[in-house]
T-cell receptor
């Protein structure tokens, strides 16, 4: 079982729609969770971090965490063409090491 | 602040050659990391460092070496390059304060091809 699994893409959504990305993790003691956005040929850029159960909103992005189900998600509302990228889910295993999922590629159709 | 910088941006190596990938951060972060990213895959941790003079292996350390003589610099050395080391290499850094460690910030990457 992989440590971090993301729903396989690619995910294609029309402009203005909601894009929903899912991530599950295997280590129950994980405490910190991150979503990175990576444009093609660029480095990962942190867009959301979440540490406690529930929802966290930042602009058009909402992260949701359910530790009992070992599940974290990212919603992108009012999707824009500029949101077209690969989204990486990362889980902090201990004080400093992250485990990354393989990523979900999102394409927003104009 | 420049953040995390990496050189070179691109490099082509022949099998058996060696090289050093440079990484520098100017944020006074104590933690630094090297990852590799293969096409369609997530990032795999090669080596990390929790401070000057302290390094440790990650998931995929074979064929690589690191050193950390200063807080700012964390070079990655490839000895006897092999085609399996063709990848994009990212350096990252993070800091710890008040018992809590924070998000990792990534450099722009080095695209390495071994032929």
């Amino acid at each position: 079982q992989k440590e971090v699994e993301q729903n396989s893409g690619p995910l294609s959504v029309p402009e203005g729609a909601i894009a929903s990305l899912n991530c599950t993790y295997s280590d129950r003691v994980s405490q910190s969770f991150f979503w990175y956005r990576q444009y093609s040929g660029k480095s990962p850029e942190l867009i959301m971090s979440i540490y406690s159960n529930g929802d966290k909103e930042d602009g058009r992005f909402t992260a949701q965490l359910n530790k009992a189900s070992q599940y974290v998600s990212l919603l992108i509302r009012d999707s824009q063409p500029s949101d077209s990228a690969t989204y990486l889910c990362a889980v902090k295993k201990n004080d400093y090491k992250l485990s990354f999922g393989a990523g979900t590629t999102v394409t927003v159709r104009a | 602040n420049a953040g995390v910088t990496q050189t070179p941006k691109f490099r082509i190596l022949k099998i058996g050659q060696s090289m050093t990938l440079q990484c520098t951060q100017d944020m006074n972060h104590n933690y630094m990391y090297w990852y590799r990213q293969d096409p369609g895959m997530g990032l795999k941790l090669i080596y990390y460092s929790v401070g000057a003079g302290i390094t440790d292996k990650g998931e995929v350390p074979n064929g690589y070496n690191v050193s950390r003589s200063t807080t700012e610099d964390f070079p990655l050395r490839l000895e006897l390059a092999a085609p399996s080391q063709t990848s994009v290499y990212f350096c990252a850094s993070s800091y710890k304060r008040g018992g809590m460690s924070y998000e990792q910030y990534f450099g722009p990457g080095t695209r390495l091809t071994v032929t």
